[in-house]
Nanobody
């Protein structure tokens, strides 16, 4: 079982940027990876995912054009570049492994993700 660790969160002003990182202590080439977030008092929601091949990515509508997911399989890491951050992006962000068999596919189906990390806090405020 993989152990995932998120990092890179922090406090940023609206319009600012952060780069989140998700690291694993084991090779995870076979796994698609998803980023999820949970704001206080709200349900956890999918933000983005990247296929195990790295050739396909998916984003929730509200972050399209602002967030970019990428992976470096050689370093066992996945990144989420977040630009033009908005107060509504404030949440704890988690990475998790997906269970999609197709190496060139991932979906924003939250029930298909497991092995959550501890999360990293992102706060967007002036």
């Amino acid at each position: 079982q993989l152990h995932l660790v998120e990092s890179g969160g922090g406090l940023v002003q609206p319009g600012g940027a952060l780069r989140l990182a998700c690291a694993s202590d084991s090779p995870w080439d076979p796994y698609p990876i998803g980023w999820l977030r949970q704001a206080p008092g709200k349900e956890r929601e999918m933000v983005s995912c990247i296929s195990s091949s790295g050739n396909f990515a998916n984003y929730r509508y509200s972050v399209q054009g602002r967030f970019t997911i990428s992976r470096d399989s050689a370093k066992n890491m996945v990144f989420l570049q977040m630009n033009n951050l908005k107060p509504e992006d404030t949440a704890t962000y988690f990475c998790a492994t997906g269970s999609f068999v197709d190496r060139n596919l991932c979906r924003l189906w939250i029930d298909q993700y497991q092995n959550w990390g501890q999360g990293t806090q992102v706060t967007v405020s002036s």
